[in-house]
């Protein structure tokens, strides 16, 4: 079975950093491009950041970059979304998901997600 579990998120205030986290089963791991999404209410699910299945390869929303760093733990099996200098419009619920080959920013084209961890970020 093919799990996702995201960890990590909380209440922080405005310039403060939170690390996610996102435990994935191993044949995912090893097979697929991992990627972070985020919906805040009432908006849709937006890309956040990918990294590919060699973890050689990163990418980032401009509204991210410089601020938040993907990065992944082989022995771990795990996924981190590191966020720093926090501001309140990253207030959302942030999603780990998997797809095959290339990354991508498109939602849709990923076929695993997590359940999803809270953010909110105070001013």
């Known amino acids: 079975q093919v799990q996702l579990v995201e960890s990590g998120g909380g209440l922080v205030q405005a310039g403060d950093s939170l690390r996610l986290s996102c435990a994935a089963s191993?044949?995912?791991?090893?097979?697929?491009?991992l990627g972070w999404f985020r919906q805040a209410p009432g908006k849709e699910r937006e890309f956040v950041a990918a990294i590919s299945r060699s973890g050689a390869s990163t990418y980032y929303s401009d509204s991210v970059k410089g601020r938040f760093t993907i990065s992944k733990d082989n022995a771990k099996n795990t996924v981190y979304l590191q966020m720093n200098s926090l501001k309140p419009e990253d207030t959302a619920v942030y999603y780990c998901a998997a797809k095959s080959y290339t990354a991508d920013i498109v939602a849709s084209f990923y076929d695993y997600w997590g359940q999803g961890t809270q953010v909110t970020v105070s001013s």
């Open positions: 191993g044949r995912i791991f090893s097979s697929y491009t």
